[in-house]
């Protein structure tokens, strides 16, 4: 069974924290990814990652940065947390090429900076 | 105006109703459609998937692709309270990179 988890379900921080969510996959997937769900914007995509140590910046990467070192771990940072940052954060992966459309999800952190 | 547009609902149907979700979209590159379904508090998982135009069925689902009319849908006939969830519709120019709609809340009550 594919799996994707995700460190924590629920996280509460306050403002100007440094914040590390992580996210590690055993289905040996090339890409990875980072989202945040918010109502009304759906899911927006932060960063993804097609390689060890390769990193792209998705639609809204500021405020955020990735650390992927090996292969089945990728880690969103959050250098100086703030409120506007409470969201639900996903973690997804998928195969590199023609496959990579099917991405599996993790569960989710839900993210609360107060 | 965002790239994919999706009526959040809620939509409340009796069990045994056909479903019909939409979605609608501005990039004309877009040519991979997928359909992610997502239950309360879990990630989204894929349930359909589309190149180009055309239909799509996979038991009681059928998936449309409408790229002159940059229009989509997903059809749920039969429909079950276990099809109660969050339908997101995902869209792609390039495989790599989805963009997905803001999802439709389905209810179905027995």
């Known amino acids: ?114 | 105006q965002k790239e994919v547009e999706q009526d959040p609902g809620p939509l409340s149907v009796p069990e045994g109703a056909i479903v019909s979700l939409n979605c609608t979209y501005s990039n004309s590159a877009f040519q991979y459609f997928m359909w992610y379904r997502q239950y309360s508090r879990k990630g989204p998982e894929l349930l359909m998937y589309t190149y180009s135009s055309g239909n799509k069925e996979d038991g009681r689902f059928t998936a449309q692709v409408d790229k002159s009319s940059k229009y989509i849908s997903l059809f749920i006939r039969d429909s079950q309270p276990s099809d109660s969830a969050t339908y997101l519709c995902a869209m792609s120019a390039d495989f790599q990179k989805l963009v997905f709609g803001t999802g439709t809340r389905l209810l179905v009550s027995p």
């Not at chain 1, 100007?16 to 989202?35: A, I």
């Not at chain 1, 140590?53 to 500021?62: L, Q, S, T, V």
């Not at chain 1, 089945?72 to 990579?100: K, V």
């Open chain 1, 1 to 114: 069974d594919v799996k994707v988890t995700q460190s924590s379900r629920y996280l509460v921080k306050r403002t100007g924290e440094k914040v590390f969510l992580e996210c590690v996959q055993d289905m040996d997937h090339e890409n990875m990814f980072w989202y945040r769900q918010d109502p009304g914007l759906g899911l927006r995509l932060i960063y993804f990652s097609y390689d060890v140590k390769m990193k792209e910046k998705g639609d809204i990467p500021e405020g955020y940065s990735v650390s992927r070192e090996k292969k089945e771990r990728f880690s969103l940072i959050l250098e100086s947390a703030s409120t506007n940052q409470t969201s639900m954060y996903l973690c997804a992966s998928s195969l590199i090429g023609q496959s990579s459309y099917e991405q599996y999800f993790g569960p989710g952190t839900r993210l609360t900076v107060t």
